[in-house]
């Protein structure tokens, strides 16, 4: 019998509030409440996320106040996101499933074989990192997009969705950015030595390839090639009131406080 997972599309909001309602998600799902979960949503305005354990030192605060930039920290770990033109993803799942009982590396192999594939499907000449890199390669800079990691994916190079993890016992998220437009001049501003002739050397955005490609037919993409790819059926639904309250505690608590975002 064909599985059903669910997916959830929350369209715009705040960047405390995207940060609340995905860990939200993935208590639930750890829990076995809801479904493996895949979410889209966006940004009200230009933001900043950053990883679990990073620094903020390596962000320019001071710019991100003036010109009204929201910084967020995020649950999962990796390096910092400039989040604005782009599709942002989350995907909630317990281990137990066969395809997410092996581990971090092959639960990254896993689901970025359906973002490899939906992006296929429109004539990308998209390559998924088959190797594993270590040292400076990944730590060399503040900014997630500037190194491609183990099954990340690029285009001629430069990288195109960035992606992290936060794992417990029971299971996992993954958050990720999903780039349309790569603003290589605001990031140099933002990110402390960042060079905005660098970032446009390893970084890309898919409107670089697909002018004319909307995020709606990108959604559906992905949609199909989850389904393709984990032999499911993905159901729209919306969030639980269980996972609505719990969201709100999330944000008031944690990723709406100083303490959370700037203690490192």
Known sequence: MEATWRYIDTGISDASCNMAVDEAIAEMALKGRVPPTLRFYGWAVPSVSLGCFQKTEEI??????????????????????LHGT???YSFASRNA????????LSTYEHLSRAFYTALKSFGIDV???????KGRILTGSALCFQSVSYAELSINRRKVIGSAQKRWKEGFLQQGSIQMVIDSGLMERVFRN????KISLTMTGLADHLPTLSPDELKRAILKAFEEIFEVRLLPMGLTE?????????????YQSPEWTFSR
């Open 60 to 81: 320019d605060r001071g710019y991100c106040e003036y010109r009204g930039i929201p910084i967020v920290r995020r649950p999962t770990g990796g390096r910092a996101i």
């Open 86 to 88: 782009e599709i942002t």
């Open 97 to 104: 499933l066969p395809c997410f009982s092996e581990g971090l």
């Open 127 to 133: 390559e998924m990192k088959n190797r594993r890199e």
């Open 194 to 197: 960042a060079d905005a002739e």
């Open 242 to 254: 269980e996972e609505r309250v719990l969201a709100l505690q999330f944000q008031r608590q944690k």
